[in-house]
């Protein structure tokens, strides 16, 4: 590697990117470089936001390899045979698993109100609550909090496991990724207290115990590397195959689009870069990146901080290029 572009890195991150904890960079499946800021160390997890949405994309394609899940195409409400549609709502019963890993359901919102879900006693019931309405199934629609936990709730239903425990037995453990416990938020300040808590691990659960599937994951940047290693190499893990390739081929390919924040292509919970590149990414600036035509991972590690300076931009124009040689 080139000591000099290591250098300009570096100096970069400290000037323009202060609140960056750890990266690690991977190429060929080797770690190629690996450093901590901000007084974190490799073993230090941090709150990664809305990777873990990726993440939980990845146990919603295992949920489906063995046959808890028949389809993408599953309507939601199958799933909640209990739910009592309200009088004269249509929409709702035509919203498929596959409209919320590519943020296509309609909402009966304008602006998404994250205080009720994470208020609530019962996100996972308010979240259906305001499933549907007059919007089209099928444009583009980015559920940040809500949308995405019914997720959560099909899966516990489908598999009759917790979330930390499915997770565990057929991602975690194989990886050697150390999810330990839930992370219990009773109230608004116990939520920002944990947020930068670099002593925190685990994944966060809503009111009704359930693990959240859109924000909440507490992970290293060797962990977060580890997920984008496992999809660079078609789902294999120590010759085991923990995810199919066909998932991952499907998951990282273009299925919607964001027109408001930079045109990016969404697949299945991931965002998709170029035609080379998709990547998870998270408030803050949390990222796994993957390169599938120079074989390369980055994960980038971050604290909280609004309006956070783009990672991707990092990436290209400061990571890639050091493995230039």
Known sequence: MHQEKIKELEKTINSDYSNITGIVMQKNGMKS??????????DNAVHVYSVTKSVFSVLVGIAIDKGYIKSVDRKVLDFFPDYTVQTGEKTIQGVAIKNLLTMTAPYKYKTEPYEKFFASRNPIQDALDLLGGDGAVGEFNYSAIGGTHILSGILVRATGQSILDFARENLFLPLGINVPHNVVLRNKEEHIAVMNNKNTSGWAVDAQGINTASWGLFLTPSEMAKIGQLYLNG??????????????????SEHSRCVQWGNLAYGYLWWIIDGDSYAALGDGGNVIYVNTKKKIVVSIASLFMPDAKDRIGLIKEYIEPIFDF
Do not use: H, L, R
């Not at 470089?33 to 490799?42: L, Q, S």
């Not at 789902?235 to 990282?252: H, L, N, P, R, Y």
């Open 33 to 42: 470089y690996e450093n901590y800021f901000n007084g974190y160390t490799a």
């Open 235 to 252: 789902g294999m893990w120590d010759g085991k195959q923990i995810v199919s390739a066909g998932w991952i081929a499907e998951s990282t």
